[in-house]
């Protein structure tokens, strides 16, 4: 009726300007975009004057993302009326789409100086010091917009920045209270189910994920982080559904291909995985941001692949930050102060290879911190990392920046990252410079892609030099990248075939890695080793009966009776480290080996076949290989692989060969000699410290 009544005012007064900006109006909330341009255009002819019109038909041109000629009537709109807030408010949003985020700030701030209680301009005001990383005065903008509206979505925006100010319990404040003026605000039940994920309150966070998808059934982003929830809590079946409910609304949402591959290995779920596969590097390769470049390491051996993944990675996610300046080079330490950052000093692999790193370190030249990103229990790996090291800080309720802080008021020399892009890791200290020297080291194997990343830790196997080209940091090169700890307790328990349900005389081969490192390939490889070896059985660890029924049936499909699968339970350490005694060879994963778990079989005198790829995931049990003087046990394409296995369990001369040489050259491996591991990283240390105060930049270092 009302667009009725315009168009009858306009043919009663054609040259109505009002009436043809009010009836632009009226087309605009039906939707009509062009039918509204064109009115309003009718209007500025009709009065050039018309500030309003300028502004409202900007607002259409900035629906229609022609950004540029908005901007164009922003600016008329204020020159015409220099105290347009509105005007103004809008132009500061062209600018934020723009990119030009100074002038957004100018335009915003001219908007507050004309009304001061415009809450959308201080709103919006708001997320503009987000995005210049001035998140104090983003949090003061905030709460002035709600003195003057109380607002959902700016409750939500404040939640957001207190997240990452690290006042997680105000977030969660601000969140609820988002949800108590807009109950069906989806954005506010998901923002808190992420924050209390962070929290480890899982049932809460479950339960705010699915209110999230209530409200907004195709809210792909809920259902997989409801996924990543359930993940953590190792309900991986439970991760599948909703990962596939994910894809089926946004199969091109960031990480999810990937995500959802590596549950379905998790689970032994191999369906269309070669096309899968095909997909997600072709996608990868066009700029996609489809995996994480830790799911991505167990499903592709393509060194340009997982380093355009991991650059993806850090440039979107994890960004360089200037919110602090540039250190200031630190003079006249003593001691070069080292810091190793981790959230996983506690029972974890990290602590059970690092422990005898932090107790061996010279004191006299090397002054040593842990900043534990995780509260553990005070169990006896945490214990022992609290004692090895100088100072141990408990920095997981800190927020980022005040971690930096904390590292840079202790002067911190050289940060070591023991976590990379694994789970529960804090990849934004280091890319605020936590240290002016900064290293990749353990925990991730890979590059982590970004510029602030001085080096990376590794050795002439693990990165040949073929394959510098695909890491982005520079490389030390030590003898043997695994540090290890000498001081093990294995268990005096006697684990007998018979009390695991293995043959007297039959050959156990084994592989206790995660299932999600079992690709079909290396199973169809054990598939045929198992066939050609008569009595023999293969030993696997799985985590949940899912896993356990479909390996079984895919052993069964390639004719193989299950029963020659044995899944051993999961043991504590000790005891996990003695049941090794009755294996006989344990078969390696590609393209993602084992790692510490390698270390643990070679330890306790268990031979280990490996397949070397061209990753670094996939030529770390070659190097420890190396390092206890085995690389007979290497092999380079998957006839090899399977050819050496079966040699080995057939030919019990050869075998015994190799056994031997192992047990001769256990005593003196340099993989099992943490004092000099030890030395060796504190000479390359050395090197970067020095290249520092001497003003230069970081290069390839090698260990000798």
């Known amino acids: 009726e009302a667009e009725a009544s315009y168009k009858k005012a306009i043919t009663l007064k054609p040259d109505y300007a009002k009436a043809h ?80 985020l100074e002038e957004a700030e100018v335009s915003y701030r001219k908007a507050i100086e004309s009304k001061p ?140 291909l990937g995500e959802l591959l590596f549950a379905r290995m998790k689970l032994g779920i191999w369906n269309d995985f070669s096309s899968n596969i095909k997909k997600l590097i072709k996608k990868i390769d066009n700029g996609k941001k489809l995996s994480t470049i830790f799911s991505l390491i167990v499903l592709v051996d393509n060194p340009l692949i997982l380093q355009k993944a991991a650059e993806a990675m850090s440039t979107q996610d994890h960004p360089v930050s200037n919110i602090f300046p540039k250190i200031t080079p630190y003079h006249n330490h003593k001691k070069i102060k080292i810091a190793y950052f981790s959230p996983d000093f506690r029972n974890h692999p990290i602590s059970f290879l690092t422990a005898g790193l932090y107790e061996r370190h010279d004191r006299d030249k090397f002054e040593i911190h842990a900043f534990s990103l995780k509260l553990s229990n005070k169990n006896e790996f945490n214990q022992r990392v609290r004692a090895g090291v100088d100072h141990f800080h408990d920095v ?42 900064q290293v990749s080291y353990l925990g991730f194997p890979g590059t982590m892609g970004t510029n602030y990343m001085n080096y990376l830790i590794a050795d002439k196997t693990i990165i040949p030099e073929k394959n510098k080209k695909y890491y982005s ?69 799985a985590e949940n009966e899912t896993a356990i029924k479909n390996l079984k049936k895919e052993i069964n499909d390639r004719g193989i009776n299950p029963n020659k699968l044995i899944f051993g339970q999961k043991l504590a350490r000790p005891e996990f480290l003695a049941r090794y005694r009755v294996i006989d ?68 001369k050869k075998f015994k060969l190799i056994k031997d040489k192992l047990i001769n050259n256990l005593p003196t491996a340099a993989l099992f000699n943490t004092m000099l591991s030890a030395r060796n990283l504190e000479n390359a240390y050395h090197v970067m410290y020095e290249r520092y105060q001497d003003g230069l930049g970081s290069i390839d270092i090698e260990v000798k």
Not at 70 to 88: D, G, N, R, S, W
């Open 21 to 100: 900006n009010n009836l632009a109006v009226i087309s605009q909330e039906l939707g009509r975009l062009d039918e509204a341009e064109a009115s309003y255009r009718k209007a500025i002819l009709l009065k050039p004057d018309f500030a309003e019109a300028h502004s409202n038909l900007g607002v259409i041109l900035r629906k229609l993302g022609r950004l540029e000629q908005a901007e164009t009537f922003f600016k008329k709109a204020i020159e015409l009326k220099p105290k347009y807030a509105e005007a103004y408010s809008n132009l500061g949003t062209i600018m934020n789409k723009l990119e030009r």
């Open 117 to 256: 209680d415009l809450a959308e301009a201080h709103n919006n005001l708001g997320a503009i010091m987000n995005k210049l990383e001035r998140l104090e005065e983003a949090e003061v903008s905030y709460r002035k917009a709600l003195v003057f509206k109380q607002d959902p979505a700016t409750h939500n925006n404040l939640g957001a920045t207190l997240k990452i100010l690290g006042r997680k319990n105000e977030a969660e404040t601000c969140y609820k209270k988002a949800i108590e003026l807009k109950p069906d605000y989806a954005l506010a039940y998901y923002n808190l189910g992420n924050i209390l994920n962070k929290h480890e309150r899982i049932e809460e966070a479950e339960v705010y994920y699915k209110k999230a998808i209530t409200y907004k059934p195709d809210y792909a982003e809920a259902y997989y982080n409801l996924g990543n929830l359930y993940k953590i809590a190792k309900m991986i079946d439970k991760t599948l559904v909703c990962y596939d409910a994910a894809y089926l609304i946004n199969p091109d949402l960031n990480y999810l």
């Open 396 to 437: 997981q309720m800190m927020s980022d920046q005040d971690i930096v802080k904390l590292s840079r008021s202790l002067e911190i020399d050289i940060a070591i990252d023991l976590a990379g892009y694994t789970a529960e890791s804090r990849t934004d200290i280091f890319a605020m410079s936590a240290a002016p020297i």
């Open 473 to 541: 940091e520079n490389i030390v090169y030590l003898p043997s990248y695994q540090i290890n700890d000498e001081k093990v307790e294995v268990s005096k328990k006697v684990f007998t075939r018979k009390d695991l349900g293995l043959s007297l005389d039959g050959f156990v081969f084994c592989c206790f890695n995660n299932t999600h490192k079992i690709t079909p390939q290396t199973f169809n490889s054990w598939a045929r080793i198992l066939k050609q070896v008569d009595n023999s059985v293969l030993m696997l660890y």
């Open 585 to 652: 060879l344990f078969l390696d994963t590609l393209p993602h080996n084992a790692g510490a778990t390698a270390s643990d079989a070679l330890r306790m005198e268990v031979p280990v076949l490996t397949q070397m790829g061209e990753s670094f995931a996939s030529r770390m049990a070659a190097s420890l290989l190396k390092a206890v003087n085995l690389p007979e046990l290497i092999t380079t394409t998957q006839d090899q692989y399977e050819l050496l296995a079966i040699n080995l369990a057939t030919n019990p």
